[in-house]
């Protein structure tokens, strides 16, 4: 109980801090504040996990919460990414439109919001988060000085407003079926109302994660954002997942699962092809990777189908999740300094060298080649649809699915291959907007690190599967 | 239930009249009237339960009807709105949802009537962000749907209900400073003028 308070209130108090320090006038402490906020909540995210590894699970009633060892796994990963953005962030010395005070506090907000939403158990609640979540999205996006940002934050601000009514709807619906709004323990209630919820739920997240046919806000927002704020939303993605998961799994006890899962596949299924050919006719960096991970979130919604129908593949979405979630933070790390090296007028061979060797060690990983983490997780993937599928279509359709997918995933090699060459062989000139000198060594450490975590995740993949 | 019926009715004819109205401090009007219908309902409701909720439900309904509405016109003032004609198939559109609302309340349906009738009536309002090119009538369409489905939350704790009129507050807060910062930046008070 203690830890999950902790693990809640430490990036509460750091952003309330932030915001406190930044009003008394306090000047130089935005970078402490945001690196110590992360890193204490990197630590009370660790203290969770070893404490739930020990007693297996833990429930806070008073807080709407319950937590799993694959929850506070998770939950590590997603305070580890949201640490890496906060040294990158101090590396970068870029300014955005924002207050400093206030761009930290909502960074850290963000933090909260996503570890809040990885272990919450109340369907209303999760919507009062995702609406949350909206706010402090939209407000990272907008601290960007791109042109384009305010309007495509207004803009994603009416989309993920509207995704936010469907889950609210769903919430309600869950709420006046089963007389609960509890997701986690036993559902009884109308199966129709269930079904009409999850599909709510697909409907509202669906559209906050950005998945393929409600991807339109996605190319624009990683476009306009800073990469700073591109690498912190793939810890919000983490939550989202699991809020989806969660939110879908008292459908999953009902006569509805079939459909369920064959809708949440067929949109996978859609959305890998999808992201992966428009990702290969991009030129801009942002746009390549949003495009990329649209058909990242078409693996993770397939494996989510399957692992419905069958929970024993859950814990292979769960190491996907948390392995894709990683590796796209390093890569979208990679080129947001690539982009801003024409502003700080080129970079060192050896920097330009270590930055596309770190790239390429992710992009692999997230293809899933072996040794890297990312070969395991895709292994896990495969195994998992071959086997849920061969049950239900038989071995023709299953060797031609299963043929299509590591087919498509040769696509994005080729742009990912060029984005390499690029970083490795391509100097630029010094642009007409100088920049503060970056701090080198703080902006390698999260390509480095997400780097030689797919190196020690391929070796020691079991770290991902807890339990 | 009669009561319910009868202000979720009016609640969805007010935000029929949002949607046709013009002059955007008009429309913001037309949002405080409305989250006092369903807010007002939500407080009797809660009379008959624990004494211990009302001070959220009243705080909620404070929100919803009083600040959210401010932030709204000062939105309104802050920028020269351009007054656009409602385009024909709004009209259309919200006249035929608001034939489907009539419909489900003669007939609710066996299960999740409430459910049902909640939804048509929030349809109604998600037509001015359907239409809207103005960032006012787009956040008013938004807050009236939100406070539509704002009775199903009945069955859930009254702080829920308080969290998430907060949260609505802060998507407002952040939605109105993008605008304004946005109009200053460009001149523009179109959204599609803001790059």
Known sequence: MEELALCLSAPLVSSAASLLLSRAGKRGVQWPTLVGGSALSLLASLLLFSAVSRHGALDAPELYVYAEAADALAVVAASIIALLASIYEWGMCIEGRLPAGVYTALFLSLLFCSIYMALVRDAVLLFILVEALIGVSVALVVHSRDRAAPEVAFRY?????????????????????????????????????????????????GADIGFFPLHSWVPD??????????????????????????????????????????????????????????????????????????????????????????????????MYLVNSALMEAGMLACLGIALAREKWGGMPFRARRMLALCFVICALSSLGLPPLS???????????????????????????????????????????????????TRDVEKGSEALKTPRVAALMVAPLTTAGAALLLGLQPQILLPG | MVLALVSTSLATLISLVAVHTLEPRRVVLALVLHSLTIGLLEAYYCLGKEAGELPYVVLSLLISSVVVPYLL???????????????????????????????????????????????????????????????????????????????????????????????????????????????????????????
């Open chain 1, 221 to 318: 927002a990683f476009s306009a954002s800073t990469s700073t704020v591109n690498v912190l939303f793939c810890a919000e993605h983490i939550a989202l997942f699991l809020a989806l998961y969660k939110l879908l799994s008292p459908a999953s006890h009902t006569r509805y699962v079939s459909w369920l899962t064959m809708l949440l596949i067929a949109l996978g299924a859609s959305s890998i092809p999808f992201g992966y050919l428009l990702a290969y006719g991009q030129r801009e960096y942002m746009r390549l990777m949003a495009y990329y991970t649209i058909s990242d979130y078409g693996y993770l919604l397939l494996l989510l189908g399957v692992a419905l129908g069958e929970p024993a593949h859950l814990p292979a979405w769960r």
């Open chain 1, 157 to 205: 601000l009416v989309i993920t407003a509207l995704s936010a009514l469907s889950v609210l709807l769903g919430a309600s619906v869950v709420t006046l079926a089963t007389g609960s709004s509890d997701v986690v323990g036993p559902s009884g209630g109308g199966e129709e109302a269930l079904a009409l919820a999850a599909i709510c739920f697909i409907i509202g997240l």
């Open chain 1, 374 to 424: 990312g070969f395991y997780a895709k292994l896990l993937l495969y195994k998992a649809v071959y086997s849920f599928l061969l049950k239900r279509t038989g071995l023709i359709v299953t060797v031609a699915f299963i043929v299509a997918l590591l087919s498509l995933s040769l696509v994005p090699l080729a742009s990912l291959i060029r984005v390499f060459h690029d970083l490795l």
């Open chain 2, 73 to 195: 016109l000062r939105l309104a003032l802050g920028i020269t709105s351009a007054e656009e004609r409602t385009p024909g198939w709004v009209t259309v559109a919200s006249l035929s949802l608001l034939c489907l609302y009539a419909y489900i309340a003669v007939c609710p349906p066996a299960e999740l009537g409430k459910v049902a009738l909640c939804a048509a009536s929030a349809a109604v309002p998600l037509l001015m962000v359907a239409s809207g090119r103005d960032p006012v009538r787009v956040l008013v369409g938004i807050n009236m749907a939100s406070n539509s489905l704002h009775p199903l939350l009945s069955e859930a704790p009254a702080l829920l209900s308080l969290l998430s009129s907060v949260s609505m507050l802060l998507a407002n807060v952040i939605g109105v400073l993008v605008a304004l910062s946005a109009y200053r930046e460009y001149g523009s008070p179109l959204i599609e003028g803001w790059a």
